[in-house]
């Protein structure tokens, strides 16, 4: 941090004294006064500022006078700026200006599991944060000219790849020697989720990249404790040294902050976010968290949508970003969350002008915009004493327009000034040509010339003696014209006549020819000037701006209000409770807060909606013990063996449709798992299926912490293909070592930490300091069972293993999931204590599966273990009900012992049967109201309820579905005018989904 | 690899059939026809494989005192189940390459023919065959035209003695329209291109093998053209295989340019395009209902209910799963459309009857009618609904075919380990 200060003070000490410089000059020295006297402008000192007529005194890079009549030193050069307004200089936050892009070469087929960058840095090549961006800049790597065309004087510059980015520099846009450019060479460091340019395996996963960030930190506190007496490593020495620097996250979406919201917490950081474009989606909770928001304008194309049948491939939420996307920045503004705008998203720099009038036509104000142009980055980065607002002694940055540069679309910058240069922006800033001119010459066919069109684009038409309109071939350039027309009613000098002329004031002054070639002499006077209220101005339609709401979560079936917990009395059904008596019939249950409070005969309420349950059956929710639902940016990171660092949790995608199409096939809660491409994958992520909540809501509060094992084929990378050879373990045998080398290691770290602890401060000072090691933080809950393993799991030989291993270490295995050759070793697993999530009747999709028999829940149910039947897919997740039916149709169970495979007995081996599972006072009012016998195929829930709240209502169903078809219809002709109006448009191309399951292993987190 | 192979041709699954190819009367169970009717208290009688009479008359029955009588009363009998679409025979372990016998080199190949590959001692075919499905169309799968199926019955001591009726349709994966973007798809470009380079491709093979099938001698024998040639002629079916509906829109509309009307399989869109469907007289294999919608907008219920749609629009499908396995679950399939608006007598023709027609056996199969094939399952429960669904026997051709399977087996073992009763 001494460090930045110091650069900062020898930069402003090299700017006052301009003149002096360390580099020579070919030539005579150059040196000019730069003594400037904007006269007569409408000044805006700041976003809240504003001066009607006044004018400021420029000497050399520094602003020296503002004032309404200033007195003008003699060695000024006066501008007249009257009619023109000056602002602040815009400065970005979140450029890469002046830097070279890092190629992205791509993966191997060959599993790579090391940095491939040579020298004493991070073990993984995301971690960039050895970077310095001021070691790489150079205004010769860009032009500055687009940026300063769009009103930029100021830029904050990084290379956006990586996951720990390096520095950024704070640089000026000015074309001159690099070193007269940098305002602050560390202005802050950059981080995202995504790996970039790095060719390593890990991290492929979401939660995979929020893992390597935690341990980052923890190992470059690590290595700050230990200095010199472990080993060096510049990335993380980079990491401490940066400890002071701003952080500025760049995220993909808007759940992304609260993922790296929740990092910046655990570590006390406060990190500033490039958001996504999208957190107008969940503003109310981004309010809770008061983040600093960097946004970009980039807003969506309309679509192509005259097809109809194309159409169909554009969502509901697409179209609806469509027509919000432009709101985000009001939205941010309107909620008092802290923004500054940026023109990162943009695929030229030279569009943000215009998308800035967009975002201000769709409620963003200009005082808004202006502050997150100008005064908000200058705070942000600390230099608001230099640049964003225009007062003594300030850097001479602004910019002067033709008009308002905010909501008129015909304004222009007309110069963009930096440390007290002006850089054109606009070239017709003093010769707005544009009116009407009374030719004083006759015989050429012309009465009249009138110019009109944009400043830095004029067109022109002539009027003939008699009054009538004609074409002119008209050009501009530098006082200068060119015209070319045809008359054709002359007989005398048929064909094009050519008309050259020049400017002096307000006169035309030139040589023509007639089509055969004789010369003439014209001249023209200008009669009349455009009036201002002659140009056009484009008004927002009124149509355009009619939006829709925003709804919860932001996708086909959301609601416009989040939903609310009901007192609820369901009368007269049958209640398969799962308790004893098994089934109450004619019965009603009332719920209230959440809660069931009451299950008996004729219950009378006055508070209670009533709901008819005659006829029909009332079960608890169905709890999903495996399943991989509402998880964002990969289900596996099974680029190492042991992934015990990562957590689901910290991936949980709360927009998910498939929350909704499964609360619509009755399951209320649902075990988010890891999947199963390595020995130990994940932390898993408990969760109730509450639709329309933040993703920490849908988080089942109190659950035991679980992690996800895997056995056999998946781990063994059995079906990866031929080059997937290298991982260890490629053998049953060898994943039987992983875990004894694991627990093996996280015993002897307990050790290590406990003996540790046991030091006085003198004895602590002599030795190393333990590494705090997410991964065996993990393995050693294990071990003190304070968390618990859900094992993928098929042939009986692992899962004899598995126990072993667990009683060798003192702990027992939770739950054998799939398990599917469970039946063959049940008596060892009730012996063990395990439970049993398996699948009703899958076989035969890979070798191990092979002894698969739709019998095995029947089997394990009768011999005592307790067993449930789960997904680990999103469609059959939508009909568990029917998967256990099969075993009564395989095997015999009961009614009752056959609904408790997907009910209660996950809800065991989940720990939460005090809370959910059945239907019992006290218990979570997690619900489902079904038409008939929920164990036949004909069965449909008609309500889904989960803590009183009803999320799924047959009912409502249908009228969501009639919303979303008007919905969609009306965004549709709203795209169809406005395609005809002539936006530009993008094609209706469909965008897949990953639907995940256990063996998925997309690379999820290059660029 | 030698072992794996070794303990495969161990665990083949002996078939004993009963020879009892006679006359039987099957009396008092409830009939459900396949056609839509239900005969209560109903007698089905067969003889020499074939059924001679099905009704609810007992009494002109105990006239026949040469035929064996089999009191059924309180069961359900159905016509055997048609799998439409499946990969059984030619896949064993999906995982496992070398078991892997239906997607062949190249793009155009309607010379392949999946019944060569058909493997009769598939340890999958008995745990289909148990739950009422007794013939499976295998397909072959993979490049453009993707071979020439036939329809098996699920018994059979060979592929020659298993074939229903030999190299029934040739098989067209229609190259689709429908442009998509994901990290793992191809450029927009690419697949328009790709697109493009199919369509050709599919229009010049179709005009050669017709041109080649109306020359009359002196040809060069064509394995490929050959193939085709019962195309043009309606000996054999085309299928192809198209879900979005400009796809379907445009297969249909190629097909009949060479006279063809052909059978769209998947036909995911099948829903939006109905009266193009009804005009044209098109027939679907229609994707399973236990799916997931193909878009975040749709009804939830969609997949359950698009049975519903295309048969209150008048069109003929019938339901098929895509896979080897899975076909057991055949009947469920249809249990779904009939919980979600398709009358439940309908939802049993669409997996048999519909089915017959479709691949233009009906003539033979399909539903409980005198005169066709005796093929027929007798359960104990509703076929359709996993909770009563318990085939108890059922017959091909006359045969009773044997039920059991190595998962009954299993099951059976390990009960007698831990000593527990069924």
Known sequence: MKKIILYSLLLLFSISVSAQQTFPVNGVADNKANKYALIDAKIYIDAHHILPKASMLVDGNRIVTIAEKPTIPAGYIIINCSDKIIYPGFIDSYTSYGLVDSKNEGGSEDPIFISTKNGPYHWNEAVKSEYNAI?????????????????????????KDGIFRGTSALVSLASDRDNLLIISAHSATGLSFRKGSSKQDYPSSLMGSIALIRQSYYDAKWLKENQNKVEFNQSLNAINEQSGLLKIFEVTDVHDIFRAQKIANEFKLNYIFKGAGNEYQRINELKKINPTIIIGLNFPKIFDVEDYLDAQNISLAELKNWELAPTNAAALANAHIKFMLSTADLKRSTEFLKSLRKAVKHGLSEESALAALTETPANVFGVSDQIGSLKNGMRANFIVCSGNIFSDESANILTTWIDGNAYTVTNVNTNDIRGTYQLNTNDIGLKEIIIKGELNDFAAEGMKADSSAITLNFNYFEKQVTIIYDPSTDSLHKGKYRLSGTFINDQLIGLGSYADGKQFNWSAKKIKSVEKADLQIVKPSSEELKLGAVIYPFSAYGTNNVLMPEQIVIKNTTVWTNESPAVLLNTDVLINDGKIIQIGKNISTTKAKVIDGTGKYLTAGIIDEHSHIAISRG????????????????????????????????????????????????????????????????????????????????????????????????????????????????????????????????????????????????????????????????????????????????????????????????????????????????????????????????????????????????????????????????????????????????????????????????????????????????????????????????????????????????????????????????????????????????NEMSN | ????????????????????????????????????????????????????????????????????????????????????????GLEEVEAVRATLDYREVGELNPNIRSLISYNTDSKLIPTVRSNGVLTAMSVPEGGVITGTSSLMKLAGWNWEDAVYKADLGIHLNWPSMRIYSASWAPSADEQRENTAKNYKAIINFFKEAKAYAELKNTKTVNLKYEAMSALFTGDKKLFIAADFSKDIISAVNFAKEFGITPVIVGGRDAHLITSFLKENNISIILEKAHALPARDDEDVDLPYKKAAILYQAGINYCIAIEGSWQQRNLAFEAGTTAAYGVPREMALRSVSLSAAEILGVENTLGSLTAGKDATFVISSGDLLDMKYSKVESAWIQGVEINLRNNQDELNEKYLKKYGISK
Request: hydrophobic share 40%.
């Open chain 1, 135 to 159: 070691d790489h800049f150079s205004v010769n790597n860009s032009d500055p000219a687009d940026l300063r065309s769009q009103g930029f004087t100021v830029v904050n510059t990084l290379k």
């Open chain 1, 635 to 1002: 289900v596996n990171e099974g680029t190492q063996s042991n992934t015990a660092e990562v957590r689901i949790g910290d991936a949980l995608d709360p927009d998910d449709i498939n929350i909704y199409r499964q609360l619509a096939g009755g399951v209320t809660t649902s075990q988010l798992l890891h999947g199963s491409a390595n020995p130990i994958g994940g932390q898993s992520a408990l969760i109730k299926l509450r639709w329309g909540k933040s993703a920490e809501e849908l988080k089942f509060e109190g659950a035991s912490p679980f992690i996800k094992f895997a056995l056999g084929e998946n781990v063994k990378q059995s079906n990866w293909g031929d080059r997937q050879q290298i991982r260890f373990p490629q053998t049953r045998m060898g994943v039987e070592q992983v875990y004894v080398d694991a627990f093996t290691r996280a015993k002897e770290y307990e050790l290590e930490k406990n003996n540790y602890a046991k030091l006085n401060s003198s004895q602590k000072a002599k030795i190393i300091s333990p590494r705090f090691d997410l991964e065996m933080e993990t393995m050693v809950e294990i071990l003190n069972k304070k968390r618990f393993i859900t094992c993928h799991s098929y042939v009986q030989s692992e899962i004899n293993m598995l126990m072993h291993v667990a009683d060798s270490f003192h702990f027992k295995v939770n739950t054998f999931t799939h398990i599917l050759e469970g039946y063959k070793v049940a008596d060892k697993m009730k012996a063990h204590g395990v439970n049993a999530s398996t699948f009703a009747d899958w076989w035969a999709y890979k070798y191990e599966v092979m002894d698969a028999i739709p019998f095995n829940a029947a089997i394990l149910t009768k011999v005592g273990v307790n067993t449930g039947i789960n997904s680990d897919d999103a469609e059959m997740a939508r009909r568990l009900n029917q998967e256990a039916a099969k075993a009564i149709k395989y095997g015999n169970l009961t009614e009752t012992e056959a609904w408790k495979l997907v009910t209660l007995n996950p809800a065991k081996m989940l720990h939460i049967d005090h809370r959910v599972g059945s239907i019992k006072v006290g218990k979570d009012a997690d619900v489902v109201l079904w038409n008939t016998n929920p164990l036949s195929i004909y069965a449909k829930p008609e309500k889904t309820i989960i803590d009183g709240v009803v999320y799924f209502d047959a009912e409502r169903d249908l009228q969501l579905r009639v919303a979303i078809a008007k919905e969609r219809e009306r965004i549709i002709q709203k795209m169809l005018d406005l395609k005809k109006l002539g936006m530009p448009t993008q094609k209706a191309v469909a965008k897949e989904k990953k639907l995940y399951h256990c063996d998925d292993m997309e």
């Open chain 2, 1 to 88: 690899m030698k072992r794996t192979l070794l303990i495969l041709a161990m665990c083949i699954v002996n078939y004993a059939f009963a020879q009892q190819s006679g006359n039987i009367i099957f009396s008092g169970a409830t009939i459900h026809v396949g056609n839509g009717e239900v005969i209560e208290n109903g007698i089905l009688h067969i003889k020499n494989g074939k059924i001679i009479a099905i009704q609810n008359n007992q009494q002109a029955y105990t006239n026949d005192k040469t035929a064996y009588l089999i009191d059924v009363k309180g069961k359900e009998i159905y016509p055997g189940l048609i799998a439409p679409s499946t990969r059984l």
